[in-house]
């Protein structure tokens, strides 16, 4: 089994920036992608970014330029470096990490981290 354990949300003021750190553990496949995807309020989840184990990158268009995801392998942590956060990026952030067993595709989650971008 997987766990996914999140850091670093909270309340911010508009312009500012956050951290978030994802840490992974028990028996995951060197080949993966770990990413980070939000939901705010009375929304659906979303594609912030997320990165392969080779080290390729993919960002929602409202986030490129502000966001970087980055991943340490040796520690299987992925962060998220967020700079000039808006108030629409106000959301619960969520962890994932999308790798295959065999053939089958398996998506895990960490619990979520509460960032608040206050005007």
């Known amino acids: 089994q997987v766990q996914l354990v999140e850091s670093g949300g909270g309340l911010v003021q508009v312009g500012g920036s956050l951290r978030l750190s994802c840490a992974a553990s028990?028996?995951?496949?060197?080949?993966?992608?770990m990413g980070w995807y939000r939901q705010a309020p009375g929304k659906q989840r979303e594609l912030v970014a997320r990165i392969i184990s080779g080290g390729g990158t993919n960002y929602a268009e409202s986030v490129k330029g502000r966001f970087t995801i980055s991943r340490d392998n040796a520690k299987n942590t992925v962060y998220l470096q967020m700079n000039s956060l808006e108030p629409e990026d106000t959301a619960v952030y969520y962890c994932?990490?999308?790798?295959?067993?065999?053939?089958?595709?398996?998506?895990?989650w960490g619990k979520g981290t509460l960032v608040i971008v206050s005007s």
């Open positions: 028990g028996s995951i496949f060197s080949l993966n992608a």
């Open positions: 994932n990490l999308h790798e295959y067993r065999g053939l089958y595709p398996m998506d895990y």
